[in-house]
């Protein structure tokens, strides 16, 4: 019988997991700069965690959630999102007795049932990072400026940074309404999803790819024109510090986002270089999903980088190389295991990534393997030298050769030594 991953489920080999831990590593340096600190929470939560967070409207939670029965009966959810877990973690830890703000960063699978294509998996990857306690716009500012200092540390440039605001419980109710009476006469001309959305969650029938939507959305009501006074100003202020910052941005008023906790400010950074899917990360503030949770009024902000789509943007241009080892320890002749071993485990306590057969093989056919493994330095163990403790060494790039205590040899690896 033949098994195959799920469709939209990948494995991630080798020759691209050092891509991967490359940008964690310089993603959790960058928010670690910023104060971030990680937070783990479980892959599973109760469902409600997202129905109620996400929006029960939302394509997310009517199509797309992994849900089952445990073996209680109790609907569990493999989560879509990292967002709703953290804030269930944050309530249920009463971090909000913690000084504020609470800044944590999360990465981790996500799982969404959507329709496989490029840039769009069924379990997928986030880096992400949530901000508790501030309401001011410095706080998402400054994200989209750590944001800029990681791509740019990465050298990814040709970035979009797009902005939105989409008001607050007190002003978008009225654009809601606009939208409504705008779409009223027009909605048999729309796409099936956006018949379903204009009774559900019309304000999603903005962000429609369709071209057909798209073309008849040219005179939509702006919700620009809508905001309350305090979402403005929050808004100018934002645009303000990103100045401040020099992140530059577009105002985009079509952006609405695909999940209903937002509240004024929503952002996506977009990118040419993935096709239609083309948001390598998105967020905005939340203000009032923690209380919505049973929290205290808590202002709150975030968002999330999608890794296989920030991998397919680095790709082209990072200029590293995946992991392998440096040094290969052979053997010549018989019963040298337990000096084979010793050697090994001196240079691997020495951090020199080291291989050596597992199994009888001759001299040429080790040299052999330790070529295919394209290591610089091969070790030599032979009966001879090993009476005056002594090793063979090559350097497999440039043919040099000699013999040496194991202590020189290990200053030749490290380049402590004039010979190459
Ligand atoms: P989101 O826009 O749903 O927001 O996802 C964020 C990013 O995850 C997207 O911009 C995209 O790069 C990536 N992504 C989403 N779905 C997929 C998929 N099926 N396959 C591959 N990549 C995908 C959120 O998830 C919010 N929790 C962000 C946030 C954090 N807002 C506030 N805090």
């Known amino acids: 019988m033949?098994?195959?991953?799920?469709?939209?489920?990948?494995?991630?080999?080798?020759?691209?997991?050092?891509?991967?831990?490359?940008?964690?590593?310089?993603?959790?340096?960058?928010?670690?700069?910023?104060?971030?600190?990680?937070?783990?929470?479980?892959?599973?939560?109760?469902?409600?965690?997202?129905?109620?967070s996400i929006g029960e409207d939302t394509d997310i939670v009517e199509k797309e959630m992994y849900i089952f029965d445990d073996k209680k009966g109790?609907?569990?959810?493999?989560?879509?999102?990292?967002?709703?877990?953290?804030?269930?973690?944050?309530?249920?830890?009463?971090?909000?007795?913690?000084p504020s703000p609470q800044k944590f960063y999360y990465i981790g699978a996500m799982f969404r049932y959507e329709r496989p294509q490029k840039g769009r998996f069924r379990q997928f990857h986030q880096i992400g990072v949530?901000?508790?306690?501030?309401?001011?716009?410095?706080?998402?500012?400054?994200?989209?400026?750590?944001?800029?200092?990681?791509?740019?540390?990465?050298?990814?440039?040709?970035?979009?940074?797009?902005?939105?605001?989409?008001?607050?419980?007190?002003?978008?109710?009225?654009?809601?309404?606009?939208?409504?009476?705008?779409?009223?006469?027009?909605?048999?001309?729309?796409?099936?999803?956006c018949q379903r959305r204009y009774n559900r969650n019309p304000l999603r029938i903005l962000?429609?790819?369709?071209?057909?939507?798209?073309?008849?959305?040219?005179?939509?009501?702006?919700?620009?024109?809508?905001?309350?006074?305090?979402?403005?100003?929050h808004l100018s202020k934002f645009q303000k510090e990103l100045e401040i910052l020099n992140v530059s941005h577009i105002i985009n008023p079509r952006i609405v986002r695909g999940l209903d906790y937002y509240t004024k400010t929503v952002f996506e950074i977009t990118t040419k270089m993935l096709g239609t899917q083309n948001a390598i990360a998105a967020g905005g503030r939340y203000d009032e999903l923690v209380k919505?949770?049973?929290?205290?009024?808590?202002?709150?902000?975030?968002?999330?980088?999608?890794?296989?789509?920030?991998?397919?943007?680095?790709?082209?241009n990072l200029k590293?190389?995946?992991?392998?080892?440096?040094?290969?320890?052979?053997?010549?002749?018989?019963?040298?295991?337990?000096?084979?071993?010793?050697?090994?485990?001196?240079?691997?306590?020495?951090?020199?990534?080291?291989?050596?057969?597992?199994?009888?093989?001759?001299?040429k056919s080790q040299l052999k393997k330790a070529d295919r493994l394209s290591v610089e330095w091969v070790v030599i163990v032979g009966e001879d030298e090993i009476k005056k403790s002594l090793y063979r060494w090559k350097n497999m790039k440039t043919g040099s050769q000699g013999v040496g205590t194991i202590e020189e040899i290990l200053k030749i690896i490290r380049g402590e030594n004039?010979?190459?």
């Not at 493999?78 to 309530?91: K, N, S």
């Not at 940074?161 to 027009?186: H, M, Q, T, V």
């Not at 919505?292 to 082209?316: H, L, N, S």
């Open 320 to 363: 590293i190389e995946p992991k392998k080892p440096i040094l290969y320890v052979a053997y010549a002749g018989k019963g040298l295991d337990r000096e084979v071993k010793k050697v090994v485990n001196f240079f691997r306590d020495k951090k020199i990534a080291t291989e050596t057969p597992y199994e009888e093989l001759s001299l």
């Open 130 to 193: 949530e901000s508790f306690g501030v309401s001011s716009p410095s706080v998402e500012a400054e994200m989209l400026y750590m944001l800029k200092i990681l791509f740019e540390s990465l050298g990814i440039k040709n970035l979009n940074f797009e902005i939105n605001s989409i008001g607050c419980k007190d002003c978008r109710p009225n654009y809601k309404e606009a939208i409504n009476k705008f779409l009223s006469d027009k909605i048999s001309l729309f796409c099936n999803d």
């Open 74 to 98: 109790r609907k569990i959810a493999l989560r879509p999102e990292g967002t709703a877990g953290v804030v269930r973690a944050y309530i249920q830890n009463q971090l909000f007795n913690n």
């Open 2 to 52: 033949k098994y195959n991953s799920l469709r939209g489920m990948q494995d991630i080999f080798p020759s691209n997991v050092f891509l991967w831990q490359y940008l964690e590593s310089e993603a959790k340096r960058i928010f670690e700069l910023f104060n971030f600190q990680e937070i783990r929470t479980p892959i599973l939560e109760n469902a409600e965690v997202f129905l109620r």
């Open 418 to 420: 004039d010979i190459k």
């Open 207 to 233: 962000d429609c790819k369709v071209p057909s939507c798209k073309e008849i959305l040219k005179n939509v009501p702006q919700i620009l024109d809508f905001l309350c006074n305090n979402c403005k100003e």
């Open 292 to 316: 919505a949770f049973g929290g205290p009024d808590t202002p709150a902000a975030g968002f999330a980088i999608g890794m296989e789509r920030f991998i397919e943007v680095c790709k082209t």
